[in-house]
Structure formats: structure tokens, C-alpha cells
């Protein structure tokens, strides 16, 4: 799940990766949530099929841009902390988001060559 702080991080995160098909490949890997369970063993070997049910936990990605860190009408950093929640057996969130990570996606390169990393 992805959150924004407010409407200008949000269009400043499109802009970005419409203009960067390697950030927008970055946020879509780091960011895709767990659909299957898989059985393993206890040496981490495919024990059956994947099976489908809600998840024990959820995770969120809160993403800010300040308008100071703008090159032209890209963001040079984008900041993110990401967060973790327990649910319940239907798989709703219950309690309190925790914080897990915080860290910031920093072009290493320039507008019309970006570079994005990801930095924790």
C-alpha cells in the first residue's frame, strides 16, 4: 500500500516516474505485497501448493517530497517510511502502524539522465 503526505508529493512522485521508467521498475518490486503463501520445509524447499488467504500482517509506504529538493519539475529525493501493521483473521489491520524503516529514493544522476537508488 502506498500513502502520500499531501497532494504535491503524490504529482511529484508521478512526474518522476513517468519520466524514469527505472524509478517507477524500483517502487513496483519494493512495493509489491505478498499474494500467496507457500509451505516450506524446514530446509526452505516448496512443500505444496501456494494457497491463498488473508495476510497476518500489512505493510505501507508513506512517501513525501519537499518542494526544496526540485530539480526543474522533478524531485530529486524522495523520502518514504515504511510500515507494518498486524491483522486480525480476516486480514484488517488492527492496533497501532509501526514503523519498520525510513529512508529516502536519491537521483544520483540528472533530470535527463536519471539514476534512482534506493538509501536506508
Known amino acids: 500500500m502506498i500513502e502520500f503526505t499531501d497532494s504535491f508529493s503524490q504529482a511529484a512522485v508521478a512526474e518522476a ?13 519494493q512495493l509489491t505485497l505478498p499474494v500467496f503463501f507457500r ?14 488467504r488473508p495476510l497476518c500482517s500489512l505493510r505501507k509506504t508513506v512517501l513525501w517530497v519537499s518542494e526544496r529538493d526540485l530539480v526543474g519539475h522533478l524531485p530529486k529525493e524522495i523520502t518514504f517510511v515504511r510500515q507494518s501493521c498486524t491483522c486480525n483473521d480476516y486480514g484488517q489491520p488492527e492496533g497501532e502502524w509501526q514503523r ?20 536506508t
Request: charged share 15%.
Open 39 to 52: 509451505p516450506f520445509d524446514d530446509e526452505g524447499h516448496i512443500t505444496g501448493a501456494p494457497e491463498v
Open 17 to 29: 516516474c513517468s519520466a524514469s521508467p527505472q524509478l517507477l521498475n524500483l517502487l513496483a518490486i
Open 100 to 119: 519498520i524503516i525510513n529512508g529516502v529514493y536519491y537521483n544520483h544522476g540528472s533530470n535527463e539522465s536519471p539514476d534512482w537508488r534506493c538509501h
